[in-house]
């Protein structure tokens, strides 16, 4: 039988509308509920293609035990955080509090019955692993807060309280410096220190691509000539494209690496990766004139185009699972691939199988995902082609279909700069574009997410606003269409209005007020984006209060930018914009 969230339209509450766990989606009805009732509150967050989301659905939300537990003493909530990110952010910032680490997916919340937060989680399994609290397993923990709950204990009560008053309270920086070129010798220095220089990249694993870095690092090149730059950028650029979490198959990119070198990815697709690295690559072939990594930048547009659109708007993410195990799709056996080069007449097939990194043991759970340790043969065109159709007898995996407003304009704002060198994704560009207007800003109301055909109900945050006009000032750059300035000049104008005070930026009004973050994390701070749109519009339009802002929120963050620029790139770029003024060809 069905829980409330069969009438969702999130894929991912969609996905638990069969667990046994009695459901509530986010709404006034719950809390109410939980007052009259009082009954401890847990709040779950995840998203569609987050494995370990999975595992705990299957593991604890499943269990017909932890569900009469959770059933009998609490209210549960189901958030999609791609949905609904401005909760997600506020209990990001509860778990950072309470754990003293930064938080992720699935999100476990325990509150009390006036929504107060007191224990903040992530995954949690299903049996105890150790004796203490932090090791303690689903069912022991949920029954031993639904105890305290019921007696009300003090000291849930009093550290909920206070807990309270810290993720209310606004800190604003202390001190600001004079924006400064010299800026750019902390990040150099940072970057370095972070650089793996055998592997590329600038973390350990698991290692992200962190294109906001590599973007970055070649304005750096391109303003300085600094050979160190260019190094540390290319060598991430060459490492990440020979494959493993780069799909040589299908095209695109894989969220993360589990290991050092690129080979073994988490499967999942995100739409924010694709587009910010179609970017990239996209950058680093016109600095550097080299067809590689033009050809990825395309292969990256050309499967979300192919794979991952419909009415010419982008879907968000796809899965790492498919046949209820991470990779199936994607990996092959080495009788597989042996067989598919015999069948096309190669012949030096075992020194083939060596290149792609193909072997009897295999590369990921004795099967062989593809990566090549140098460059890519020309050979490997026509053998993609042989993959590509064993491939296609699998079931694909899992697609979340809704369609964000801040994550598709950034992959429109790719295809632009693509566009300027090939004029047919300048036409894919402009379609996808007017669709995601057409879709997602009804009545001068611009909205954050919907499904395809769904009217959206979710009203836009600050990224949205950020990444749409960047995205309509790309088109005005690239077409002259002035609607699509008009309508960036809407969007920044409201984005001041609702979002904006004295240099400080929040990321959602209303319900939860969440500050934005300068930090590029996940993908570009949105702070970021609504000062490179707002330094576009005072040149464009030659009104200097545009101008003026966004000085104004990058003086807001100068201190700590000066400090630790490496965890605001895409701030230090316009930093340099601002201080070296732009230039415009009419």
């Not at 604003?172 to 590329?200: C, R, V, Y």
């Not at 339009?541 to 100068?558: Q, R």
Request: aromatic content about 12%.
């Amino acid at each position: 039988m069905s829980n409330r969230l069969e009438k969702e339209d999130s894929p991912y509450l969609q996905q638990h509308k069969e667990n046994p766990v009695d459901w509530f989606p986010w709404c006034d009805e719950v809390f109410e509920k939980a007052k009259k009732e009082n009954k401890a509150i847990f709040i779950s967050i995840g998203y569609s293609s987050c494995h370990l989301c999975h595992i705990m659905e299957e593991q604890v939300f499943q269990n017909q035990e932890c569900a009469d537990i959770l059933n009998k003493d609490f209210i549960c909530i189901k958030v999609d955080r791609e949905e609904r990110p401005d909760i997600d952010k506020y209990y990001q910032e509860v778990y950072r509090l309470l754990n003293r680490r930064a938080g992720g997916w699935p999100t476990s919340i325990f509150c009390t019955p006036e929504n107060k937060p007191f224990v903040a989680g992530t995954f949690i399994p299903l049996e105890s692993t150790s004796q203490d609290m932090e090791g303690m397993g689903f069912k022991d923990l949920s029954t031993l807060i639904a105890n305290k709950v019921r007696e009300k204990d003090e000291d849930v009560f009093k550290n909920a309280a206070e807990i309270e008053g810290f993720i209310n309270k606004v800190e604003h920086p202390t001190q600001a410096t004079i924006l400064k070129e010299s800026f750019i010798k902390n990040f150099m220095l940072q970057a370095k220190n972070n650089f793996d220089t055998t592997n590329g990249g600038f973390s350990l694993k698991p290692k992200f691509p962190q294109a906001s870095t590599l973007n970055t690092l070649l304005t750096i090149d391109k303003l300085y000539d600094d050979k160190s730059a260019k190094s540390m950028a290319t060598d991430t650029l060459n490492a990440m494209k020979r494959g493993g979490m780069y799909d040589l198959i299908d095209g695109g990119f894989c969220r993360y690496s589990t290991d050092n070198e690129w080979k073994v990815p988490h499967f999942e697709k995100m739409l924010y990766d694709n587009a910010l690295l179609t970017g990239v690559y996209t950058d680093a072939y016109l600095s550097y004139d080299d067809n590689s990594y033009l050809q990825t930048a395309k292969e990256c547009a050309d499967f979300w185009h192919n794979f991952m659109s419909e009415d010419d708007l982008f879907y968000s993410a796809s899965d790492a699972d498919s046949e209820g195990t991470e990779g199936t799709y994607f990996v092959y056996t080495y009788e597989e691939v042996y067989s598919c080069l015999v069948n096309a007449g190669y012949e030096d097939i075992e020194s083939m199988c060596e290149e792609m990194s193909v072997t009897h043991l295999g590369n990921f759970e004795g099967k062989n995902i593809i990566r090549f340790k140098d460059g890519i043969p020309e050979w490997f065109s026509d053998v993609k082609v042989s993959l590509s159709t064993i491939r296609s007898t699998r079931l694909y995996p899992f697609i979340d279909k809704k369609v964000q407003t801040s994550w598709s304009s950034m992959m429109i704002n790719s295809l632009f700069k693509l566009g300027s060198i090939d004029v047919s994704y300048k036409d894919r560009a402009v379609k996808n574009l007017d669709s995601l207007l057409k879709t997602m800003f009804l009545d001068g109301v611009l909205y954050h997410t919907t499904l395809i055909h769904k009217k959206p109900k979710v009203e836009a945050f600050l990224e949205d606003y950020a990444y749409l006009a960047q995205a309509l000032m790309s088109a005005f750059n690239h077409t002259a269409n002035e609607v699509y300035l008009i309508n960036a000049h809407r969007l920044a104008n409201k984005a001041l209005e609702l979002f904006y005070e004295k240099g400080l930026w929040n990321f959602s009004v209303g319900e939860f007020i969440t500050q934005a973050e300068t930090s590029d994390n996940t993908y570009i701070s949105s702070i970021s984006i609504i000062v490179d749109v707002l330094l576009s519009l005072g040149t464009t339009l030659e009104d200097e209060k545009y101008t003026h802002f966004a000085y104004k929120t990058m003086e807001y963050n100068s201190y700590e930018l000066g400090r630790k620029p490496i965890y605001a790139p895409y701030m230090l770029t316009q930093v340099l914009r601002y201080l070296k003024g732009d230039r415009i060809i009419k």
